[in-house]
């Protein structure tokens, strides 16, 4: 059973309670035991979140070799971060990204990422459904499902 | 029951025997066999290819009130095509935009979409599960699952 | 009497049906009625739609010899087709370009044009009077008017 | 009746004695006479031209409330006039931008315009054909003719 | 107690029927009147308008030796005047730039200021108070208080 | 009386000590201090600096529903910081972004700001007294006083 | 004997009657009678001219397996088809791509190639010779002669 | 004996007060009367300050005619005013474009001219000399010396 | 004999296990290990390493007095962090920026410094080694060697 | 017999010694032999090879009067050098461009070429043969074989 | 009597045989004639010409305190070479930079000069009389006019 | 021992009498004298100057076989010289790029370099120290030291 964390960026601890015309009204919490509820038996999933860029370095550090796969939501980060661009080249564990909204139709400073390309795929716009859908997606991937 | 197109772009014709390092070793006609497998019952299903745009403007158009929901592989199109945008808009169904490779991880000129901000989502990366995986999240905001 | 061509591009056959708070509600029948009715034994009219990009630039070739005049609206191809422009180089046909909407105020891919440059003249933004106005413009260039 | 401001910017006084081989060999005051003529009953013209953008300003703010629309030849300003944009925006009266010449097949800094976004519709490259199109159109716009 | 120069810009005149939603609906006189009553006592004010860059720049030459500050809003001149800017070089009087709204949330063009850099501070986006707090960090300034 | 958390960015507890020439010799708590004397009664300030992204995003979460008004000087994170941006979109608390130098006429890199489009307004040049004029802004504001 | 498809994209049927101070007097059927006679014996030439960007993109899907080499002049098409670049790739075929005109001494949007990039070579400039010697060079080429 | 008008824009009525360190320390009328003094006998000089784009507009038309060169220093218009270079298009009299400073040693913005191009030639950084110098090259240049 | 603190940014910790093609496959500790040996009794050498961009300011600050000099490897944050390259305007300790590979020959948002222009000196490209001949470029540095 | 000067540019003359992968394991010697064989009795060729742009300024200056052709590959220079481009101008002597590998597959900086659009034309990516295809090019081309 | 070095680079020898649209008829000796007869008594000139960068850098490091100023026309190099700026500031004399032709009035790489904002001041347009204005206003320099 | 290729491009004859401020006050030979003594029976150095591209491209050539390692200074070209570039490349031997000043902190056309991604790496700002930790560096990297 694959064992996958599941990595939340900045504000996303807010989700319900910002813009919900954007980001919808579900929680965080919700989206983790919807994921927890469909995965169970397929996925071992560990959860995080952090508000800090530090910390989300050191997160991705310690998965080396404690994961199998990363699903990830770096919020604002993505647009910004090279610092976790280069802790996910260290750490070489393959990862989804994973957006709430599509951010193709959003201000023009979030459509470029900086770490994407690294990514075994993205999945972006289907809100909640982002999360689900990217973790199939990733568990193909680990299973083996012959990459594109 | 909801009626899906899916519209595959030029060259898709070529999956299979196209640089299968990028894009796989499967065939289109695979791909579509899966899915009708997989959505059996839960999509009706129209499959549909062509290189021309022409082509697939005029068969965007006609599917304004003869299908629910698209799922969109554009291929080179994605890139270049305002007509293909404005068949969208005119149509006015809602679509999502699948990848069978990470564009964001090859030439530049394949990073920007003159479609993506008007889709649901977009998926891209997974191969052949792109598409399973965009119509999973398609079917999900058509049914009503709160969008984003 | 003038022969014109009438040349519409792609989506424009969804004139009506399409964003009417762009493009009004009016059939691009009911533009060709109506320009047929103002001008009648002023022009002899041509009336051509096409959503295929090589199907515009062989309809422009056969006009060599046939047309005195033509009136364009290349609708998405006005901003990505060279194919288009060399067309009209090639049969070198005084043309008019007209656009339903105020192309202006539009996003910023709709600002530029491949062919204004080319052309006798431009409207844009009158709706369907921009066919009118420019077929004005047109037989007043042709009919010998001092042209700036 | 509608209450029509024509308004000229820098150099259209020049007309008939300035590059003819681009502006024509008539003067402002032919084009002005011509509209008259043209337009004898279905429209008050006031004519207007100055060198100066703040003399251009403060014209436009005394026709709150004095004209139903305006027909505009902002001349040079077109391209560098931030402040004849307010003024436009300030009075909210519905304008049509013309120009003599095809400004696109001119130099790269005449093909930007800062107010054209907030115009009705725009008119080029007809030579003193350009201001009756534009007048047509500006008024079958506030005849109530469906815009687009 | 100081002499203060307040300079408005184009289209100042026209505050309170001017685009009411950006810019309040209190009249050029209110403000005025505000700054006035408040700063009784504490500075001697001289009220300036003009929509003429030209007089903008004759106007602040005048004010060598007249003046010991200004508080500028130079309106649309903001974004494009480097006659102004030398006309503040020339002069090396101390001035505030103000702004009734906040242009950082409005059109890309009035992002930056072509003077803004020689100045002691900006405010922006306080309605008529920005007048008030300007003048306040002017008066602070000029009475020696340290500037950053 | 309204509830006003004053937040500092990175260096800014610097202050006094750091580039002296740029920020001026008093120190933050000197700010604080002056800015609790002058607003004594009229608001209820709390104060916070943080040199960490993160923290500064948690603490703007921990805003919402504890305060009025933010009055914001995010320091270098302003030209940096897209996920300090979503954490004021999240809470959507007024706010106003303050600055002690006048970043107009500092580097290239200082010029742009990720949040002032979100702000109520901006202050930027007068040292300490950015404050003093920030918060009157503010409380202007939520005062009720017509914003522009 | 190599198996090569000359292969012309859209205005080349023109050749002769199109813009003859740019492209020569002679016909794309001269062109070809020329090729046939020179390469009698050494090549076996296919020819195929389109308008069409799809059906050019579907013409070069057939020749997998069936030409050994292309000589490409995709006129304007050139400048604009990820499409056909993505056709080139599916089939892998060696090609040349070929230039009547010197594209270099034309405007701006002609300098860009997005295909030239996988081409053995560039021939340009030379006329109805530039086939000619692409041709000479491509043979060359699939004959083994040490490529750079 | 040629008849030269001596045209100069905005701010350089402020001579000799402006900036002495970058513009020297003689007023206009020193400049002035240098050339006068310089040139007695060999050209019929008139001199002209504005510091309104629009009058300078207006003079450069009414030397049509009157005027066999101009010596331009259009000071900061020189790098903003579309509308000066049609006057001067418009009346076509041969000009030199003088600076005092040399403005590539200057800001960016100062670095362009928009009626260089047009002129027979620029002289700048000589202080009050680069007058004399460019009416000198205007002479000679209107009295016949081989121009380049 | 000089203090010098040792800086090292995010992921640096992970120096052995990190992408061992470019950052070798010695670990941060035998990095410090070499340094304390070969310049004992040269230098009293303080070790620090975060992925915290927050705490990397903080640091910074503490050093002022308690520091003659500054080892930094930035890491991800060289390219993105005005906040650290405040921190070091702030304490204004000379210091010297080292790179372990040579960031000219990777990624283009590699080759940038926010704070180059403010160190010393730059080493980049000798693995371990860059921190060695950055340590005698800054101990000559602080020995008053001549600086060019 | 045209007379042609066949110059090479800097490092060409390490032909067969550098990077053999992209420019061949043929000396300039074997191009210049095979030259001569092929087109022995069909014209007269001198070779020239420098490291120095100003020798090859200096040797396409003598040639004026001295060759029909120049068959020229400028190497490096080709992308920075005006003074070559100028030399060119100055004898306005027929020339081709020719390099030996496909610069469109190369690094960005060997798209440009400062001389192309003054070229007859362009041969590239055939490696030793792209000389005797651009001398072919340029016989037909001087013996009045109609250019395009 | 100042020593004055006359120095021209690339192509300047070929005066007069050389595109004399653009740079007249005259010979560089003819220039350097009359420059001699000119300026006989009033200052002692040297002429060099070269097309050589490196030469023309070592020529003038030559000239420290052996030229009290330099008249220079670095033809093609003005817009490439780094190298002739840095010995200008290595020398550290005054200079003035001409051209024969208005540089403004060509293609785009020509507006930008790498050592204008080094020069006391530039000339350009007047052709051969270029050289003798360009001497008087560094003569003038020389003397001590006051500079701008 | 190494054998090593002191290399200085354009200027570096001038050391101690150019900029003393910027590069220091001593001489070249003061610099090749210290490394000299310092690398005595650990490097055989060999000294070489030029100010020509040309020579320096044909003095790199030479070393093919003739040296181990190169300490490159190539000053002015650094920035400009593709040619410098593709001799390095073609010799293939290791280089250390050496800067005197901080290349970063000055004009924003120093701080590219065409040579530096294919650099074993570069040290800059340390004056003539620079060349000493340069050659230290790449002593250790052909002494087989791990390489980063």
Same mark, same amino acid.
């Given at each position: 059973?694959?064992?996958?964390?599941?990595? %939340?960026?900045?504000?996303? %601890?807010?989700?319900?309670?910002?813009?919900?015309?954007?980001?919808?009204?579900?929680?965080?919490?919700?989206?983790?035991?919807?994921?927890?509820?469909?995965?169970?038996?397929?996925?071992?999933?560990?959860?995080?979140?952090?508000?800090?860029?530090?910390?989300?370095?050191?997160?991705?550090?310690?998965?080396?070799?404690?994961? &199998?796969?990363?699903? +990830? %939501?770096?919020?604002?980060?993505?647009?910004?971060?090279?610092?976790?661009?280069?802790?996910? +080249?260290?750490? &070489?564990?393959?990862? $989804?990204?994973?957006?709430?909204?599509? $951010?193709?139709?959003?201000?023009?400073?979030?459509?470029?990422?900086?770490?994407?390309?690294?990514? $075994?795929?993205? $999945?972006?716009?289907?809100?909640?459904?982002?999360?689900?859908?990217?973790?199939?997606?990733?568990?193909?991937?680990?299973?083996?499902?012959?990459?594109?």
């Amino acid at each position: 059973m694959s064992r996958i964390a599941v990595i %939340n960026g900045p504000n996303l %601890n807010m989700l319900g309670r910002r813009e919900p015309g954007i980001y919808g009204s579900g929680s965080l919490e919700d989206i983790q035991r919807a994921l927890s509820g469909r995965f169970q038996g397929r996925a071992e999933l560990g959860f995080h979140q952090s508000n800090s860029e530090g910390e989300l370095v050191s997160l991705i550090q310690t998965l080396a070799g404690a994961a &199998d796969g990363i699903l +990830l %939501n770096a919020g604002a980060y993505t647009h910004t971060s090279v610092a976790i661009r280069d802790a996910l +080249l260290a750490v &070489d564990i393959p990862f $989804v990204e994973v957006h709430l909204s599509n $951010v193709h139709a959003r201000e023009q400073f979030r459509h470029g990422s900086l770490m994407a390309d690294l990514a $075994v795929g993205v $999945v972006a716009g289907f809100g909640a459904a982002s999360y689900e859908l990217g973790l199939e997606g990733l568990l193909g991937y680990l299973g083996g499902r012959e990459s594109p």
